[in-house]
């Protein structure tokens, strides 16, 4: 009888630690792809920065915000094309961040 018992105990333990361990690997797989989304993400996000303040720099966005606000316009303290790119930067990695939020709620059950 005491030896029914044990067993049945071991069998038991045995099994949790099985969904334990099934449960550990599948967090650690999503974190994995999380961050992998994230690292892509800065990646393509710092390109398109870069990309958008070349080719506005190109057009003369700068001189052109510049031009509107005139000589008795307020001083900019920063480059308009820079913190156009820098908008363009986080929206696209908000946007990442967003969409793995998205991936995640549907690949998980309900």
Avoid: K, Y
Avoid at 16 to 36: K, N, S, Y
Avoid at 54 to 59: D, G, I
Avoid at 62 to 87: K, Q, T, Y
């Amino acid at each position: 009888m005491v030896a029914t018992l044990l067993i049945q105990a071991w069998d038991v333990l045995v099994e949790r630690a099985a969904a334990l361990l099934d449960t550990v690997g599948r967090t650690g797989l999503e974190l994995l792809l999380a961050f992998v989304v994230l690292v892509v993400g800065r990646i393509v996000a710092s390109l398109l920065a870069t990309l958008i303040r070349t080719v506005l720099r190109a057009a003369h966005f700068n001189e052109a915000v510049r031009g509107i606000f005139g000589d008795a316009g307020p001083a900019l303290r920063h480059e308009p094309a820079m913190l156009a790119s820098w908008v363009v930067r986080w929206s696209i990695l908000v946007l990442a961040l967003w969409f793995e939020e998205i991936e995640q709620a549907v690949a998980t059950p309900v």
